[in-house]
């Protein structure tokens, strides 16, 4: 089986997600703490996207800049959804 060269770049982020998934779902009953966890994924996923195109060398700003719009539309998708 060939791995590919972004495998593991890829598994670090889903553990990432899924790390954030088991606290937010701990977290159940305190809708602040969940957003907070929300809050700080955004933040990782940024700076995991910032970290996986530097390392292949294809790092431009409208790269960041739709990682951050990513990351801004997950933040106020979800906080609609625990704070309604």
Do not use: C
């Amino acid at each position: 089986m060939k791995v590919h060269k972004h495998t593991p770049d890829y598994l670090i982020l889903l553990l990432v997600v899924l790390i954030s998934l088991v606290f937010f779902i701990a977290n159940i009953s305190n809708p602040m703490r969940q957003y907070e966890i929300i809050i700080s994924l955004s933040f990782l996923y940024i700076a995991w996207g910032i970290f996986h195109h530097a390392r292949n060398h294809d790092l431009h700003l409208k790269v960041v800049v739709e990682y951050v719009v990513i990351a801004v539309i997950g933040i106020l998708l979800l906080r609609g959804a625990i704070f309604h």
